[in-house]
C-alpha cells in the first residue's frame, strides 16, 4: 500500500521552530517530487515548498522563504520541512504530496502527474 504519513506538527509560539516529516511506505520517494502544502481555516489551500526528484531543485513561497527549508533523507524514505521563526499565519494544516514531477504557478508549487497525499498534520503558532 503507497502511504505518505506527516508527523511533527503541534503548538509553537512565535518566532518558534518545528520540523515536519513526511514519511513513505510502499514506495521510494527518492524517485518522487515532493511538496509542502497548507490550508489555513478559510482559505485556499497553498503551495508552501516543493524539491524536485532528481536534482533536488527546491522552491519556496514567498511568505516562507528564508524561514522554512525542505530536505530529504533517502535512507529514512523521508522529507523534512525545517520551519523557524514561525508566525501566527503559519497556522494551517500542513500535508506532503508527491508525485513524478512539479512546477510553480505564481510562485506556488503545483504537483503533476498521479499524486499522493498524506493525511496532514495540524501547525498551531500561538502566544
Known amino acids: 500500500q503507497l502511504q505518505l504519513v506527516e508527523s511533527g506538527g503541534g503548538v509553537v509560539q512565535p518566532g518558534g521552530s518545528l520540523r515536519l516529516s513526511c514519511a513513505a511506505s510502499?514506495?521510494?520517494?527518492?524517485?518522487?517530487?515532493v511538496g509542502w502544502f497548507r490550508r489555513a481555516p478559510g482559505k485556499m489551500r497553498e503551495g508552501v515548498s516543493c524539491?524536485?526528484?532528481?536534482?533536488?531543485?527546491?522552491y519556496y513561497a514567498d511568505s516562507v522563504k528564508g524561514r522554512f527549508t525542505i530536505s530529504r533523507d533517502n535512507a529514512e524514505n523521508t522529507v523534512y520541512l525545517q520551519m523557524n521563526g514561525l508566525k501566527p499565519e503559519d497556522t494551517a494544516v500542513y500535508y506532503c504530496?508527491?508525485?513524478?514531477?512539479?512546477?510553480?504557478?505564481?510562485?506556488?508549487?503545483?504537483?503533476?502527474?498521479?499524486?499522493?497525499w498524506g493525511q496532514g498534520t495540524q501547525v498551531t503558532v500561538s502566544s
Open positions: 504530496a508527491a508525485a513524478p514531477g512539479i512546477t510553480t504557478v505564481q510562485g506556488m508549487c503545483v504537483m503533476i502527474g498521479d499524486d499522493y
Open positions: 510502499g514506495f521510494t520517494l527518492e524517485n518522487y517530487a
Open positions: 524539491i524536485s526528484s532528481s536534482l533536488g531543485i527546491t
